[in-house]
């Protein structure tokens, strides 16, 4: 699944493609998941525009014309791919064939004035799509903690999350509530920047700790949108390009291999949440 480098690369690369086309049509297929009655979402999106694109957290959102917001979420296939002419620019899962579209997988179709088109492929179908008003905006938006890259998130702001949280850190970093937009790959990278096993208690950090935690999550997911996201099986960037930030990843899917400090230690992998945790138990206590 695509976490906030993926999300925002993405965000940035059609930014600078569809903002401003006037949308002609919009097709739906039996299987997209739409939150709206379709035909609502279809005489809100057909002759409008979008004037924007935002993100928060993992969640893409497309601003229109109208006053109103369509709201994006890849979950785990979902893609957002862009055509005009022979020219094809794909974000978020890689599809099988790109030179097929639509094809099987082709959820929902956008039709600009200038003939070109955005198409919203998913695969297992977890991925939707959301017409809010500003209101609605607003309350999904209060469902989201702060990003580590927002000016607000502070250290006293990152300290109140972890004040006698039971659960461990590394959860804790995912909780999106409270900190919007890193995911699984991050949060293992996190603690290792920090040199804190994911494991450990988040209400068992001293400051020094915390501090070194917070800092952490900043640099690391600058990083990745520098390096335009990680890619492993399932992401490329909107230029359709593998992100190259895995070639930075210090621990996540290392598992039996050195640790990249070279203090001897070997990458292990537990199951924390529900899901894969890699730490080098050499450096990180």
Avoid: W
């Avoid at 804190?196 to 020094?208: D, E, G, Q, V, Y």
């Amino acid at each position: 699944m695509p976490e906030l480098p993926e999300v925002e690369t993405i965000k940035q690369d059609l930014k600078e493609r569809i903002v401003n086309k006037q949308i002609t049509s919009v097709l739906l297929s039996k299987k997209a998941i739409i939150k709206n009655k379709r035909i609502d979402f279809i005489k809100e999106i057909k002759n409008n525009k979008f004037t924007d694109i935002l993100r928060i957290g993992k969640l893409i959102i497309f601003v229109l014309a109208s006053k109103k917001y369509m709201l994006v979420h890849l979950k785990m296939t979902g893609q957002l791919i862009y055509q005009q002419g022979k020219d094809i620019i794909a974000g978020g899962h890689p599809e099988p064939d790109l030179e097929k579209l639509p094809n099987k997988f082709t959820r929902i179709i956008f039709e600009f004035k200038n003939g070109s088109k955005l198409y919203f492929n998913d695969i297992r179908r977890f991925g939707y799509m959301q017409i809010v008003d500003e209101v609605g905006l607003n309350e999904i938006k209060n469902k989201f903690g702060l990003e580590p890259i927002d000016k607000k998130f502070t250290f006293e702001y990152f300290q109140k999350i972890f004040e006698n949280k039971n659960k461990s850190i590394k959860v804790a970093l995912m909780d999106q509530d409270k900190i919007a937009g890193i995911g699984n790959i991050y949060a293992s990278e996190i603690c290792f920047e920090a040199k804190i096993k994911p494991a450990r208690k988040a209400k068992n950090l001293s400051i020094k700790e915390l501090k070194a935690l917070y800092l952490a999550s900043k640099k690391v997911l600058q990083v990745a949108i520098k390096n335009r996201g990680t890619t492993f099986s399932d992401y490329v960037d909107a230029t359709g390009h593998a992100g190259y930030n895995i070639s930075f990843l210090k621990v996540y899917d290392r598992k039996g291999m050195k640790c990249k400090r070279r203090d001897g230690g070997i990458i292990n992998k537990i199951i924390l949440g529900g899901r894969g945790s890699f730490y080098c138990p050499k450096c990180q206590k």
